[in-house]
């Protein structure tokens, strides 16, 4: 009997490390994958050189929605199977990722009309199932019935040491007392916002991987999909 392919939903905090488990959950299964985190760093950059974000990190919501028609993101998938993400035909991989996108993308992901836009794309990638697709809401608003949802969490501290290194390793300049500051705001702001805020969904199962090694939490996010898939055979 064929395997059947489910929805897999994987929410967290910023830098808790979902993106790589769902990156390495999708080849391993070969499985479509998703950054949704992406699409929101991208519609900020928009906003950033177009100065839809004053200095001080307000955004302009109403000109940030006027201008969605205009912000065209889509996915690359390069040689070496890393994913790129496109604005309008260039790849801004590298440069969403950069500190000051991070400092803006969660006021810009708290505005109501690019969550309500970008749901929708996000809901047209997984038509199909065969996804694995992590962000902030996907369990509990993207894709409700998904049958597999889990909530990565681990501690500011853990979490802001990771992405420092991420970044270096990157070649991208980083602070970790600035690194920590941005991981304790996004998240303020994220649990807050009043549009799809940031909570675990009631059926998720909850991953805190402050101690975990990289192969650990990837033979943990295994083995709950090979529960998952045992389950639904019954």
């Not at 590298?94 to 794309?121: C, F, G, Q």
């Not at 991208?172 to 916002?193: C, F, G, K, M, Q």
Request: proline share 3%.
């Amino acid at each position: 009997m064929d395997t059947p392919k489910i929805t897999i939903a994987i929410d967290g905090y910023s830098s808790s490390g979902k993106s790589s488990m769902a990156k390495t959950l999708a080849k391993a299964l070969g499985y479509d994958y998703v950054d949704t985190g992406a699409m929101y760093r991208a519609v900020t950059l928009y906003a950033m050189r177009h100065s839809l974000i004053d200095a001080e990190g307000v955004a302009d919501s109403q000109a940030i929605a006027e201008a969605l028609p205009k912000i065209g993101i889509a996915f690359r998938r390069e040689a070496d199977g890393s994913q790129h993400t496109l604005l309008n035909g260039e790849d801004v991989e590298e440069t969403i990722r950069h500190l000051d996108v991070s400092n803006n993308v969660s006021a810009v992901a708290a505005i109501p009309a690019v969550r309500h836009d970008l749901v929708k794309k996000q809901q047209a990638f997984g038509t199909g199932k065969g996804i694995v697709m992590d962000g902030r809401d996907i369990g509990t608003t993207v894709f409700p019935d998904a049958e597999m949802k889990i909530f990565v969490t681990a501690s500011p501290q853990t979490r802001a040491q990771r992405r420092v290194a991420e970044l270096i390793e990157k070649g991208i300049p980083a602070s970790y007392e600035e690194v920590l500051a941005n991981v304790v705001h996004r998240d303020h702001i994220d649990e807050t916002r009043a549009e799809s805020p940031l909570r675990r969904a009631d059926d998720a199962i909850t991953l805190d991987n402050s101690t975990m090694t990289v192969d650990e939490q990837n033979r943990w996010l295994l083995d709950r999909y090979e529960e998952c898939i045992a389950k639904s055979n019954r």
